[in-house]
C-alpha cells in the first residue's frame, strides 16, 4: 500500500516534470514570449497616438499662432531676397559690415576671402544660401563677429566652423604684427523664405 501511494506521488512529481517541460520548451518560446511583444508593442503604439492625437488637437492654436506672427513680421527670420543670387550679394555685404564693425579700419581683424556658393539642392521645402567664408582675427574680433552673425536677424547660421591659433598676423597699416591672432574658416548661411504652399521658387 505504502509503494503503491508512493508510486502515485512519483507518477505526479514525473507528469509535473513534463509538463513544465513542454512549456519551457514548447509554449513559452512559441506563445508566451510573442503575446508580451505583441502586447508590449501595442501599448507604444497606443502612446504615440495618444501623443500624435494631442498634437493634432492644437494644430488650429499652432495655425493661428504661425498667422499672427508672420502678419507682424514674425517671419523676417528669412532673407528677404526672392532669389539665391541676391541673397548671396546681401549675405556677403551684411558680413563686411560685421567685420568692420567688429574692426573698424581692420585694424584687428581682416576678411581673407568670402566665395558664394549660391543656394544648395535641397528637396525640403526650406532654400539654403551658403558663403565659405575666411578671416584673420584677434581673439576678441573673432567672437564679436560671430556672436554678430548669429545674433542677427535675418537669422544666419555659422557651420563647419575651423579656428587655427597663429603666433602672429599681419594688421593693415602697420610694420609690426600683432599676437595673438586667429585664421577663421567657417560656411556662413541662411534661408530663403518658402514659396507660398511649401513649392520651390525657380
Not at 502586447?39 to 507604444?44: G, L
Not at 526672392?82 to 568692420?100: G, Y
Not at 566665395?115 to 526650406?126: D, F, N, V
Amino acid at each position: 500500500m505504502v509503494r503503491a501511494d508512493r508510486d502515485r506521488w512519483l507518477a505526479l512529481a514525473l507528469l509535473l516534470a513534463v509538463l513544465g517541460l513542454v512549456y519551457l520548451l514548447l509554449v513559452h518560446p512559441l506563445f508566451t514570449v510573442p503575446m508580451a511583444e505583441v502586447n508590449t508593442r501595442i501599448a507604444d503604439l497606443q502612446q504615440r497616438d495618444a501623443r500624435l492625437r494631442g498634437l493634432l488637437q492644437q494644430q488650429p492654436q499652432i495655425q493661428a499662432r504661425l498667422a499672427t506672427l508672420d502678419a507682424q513680421g514674425g517671419g523676417t527670420g528669412f532673407l528677404a531676397e526672392p532669389t539665391a543670387e541676391l541673397a548671396t550679394a546681401s549675405l556677403i555685404q551684411q558680413l563686411e559690415r560685421v567685420v568692420s564693425d567688429a574692426s573698424p579700419g581692420s585694424r584687428g581683424c581682416a576678411l581673407v576671402n568670402r566665395t558664394p556658393l549660391g543656394e544648395e539642392p535641397q528637396s525640403g521645402r526650406y532654400r539654403k544660401v551658403t558663403v565659405q567664408v575666411r578671416l584673420r582675427c584677434g581673439n576678441a574680433e573673432t567672437l564679436a563677429v560671430l556672436h554678430a552673425l548669429e545674433s542677427a536677424r535675418p537669422y544666419l547660421f555659422v557651420d563647419a566652423l575651423g579656428i587655427t591659433a597663429q603666433r602672429y598676423f599681419a594688421v593693415p597699416g602697420s610694420n609690426q604684427p600683432q599676437e595673438g591672432g586667429l585664421d577663421v574658416s567657417f560656411n556662413l548661411f541662411g534661408y530663403l523664405r518658402p514659396a507660398p504652399g511649401g513649392a520651390r521658387g525657380p
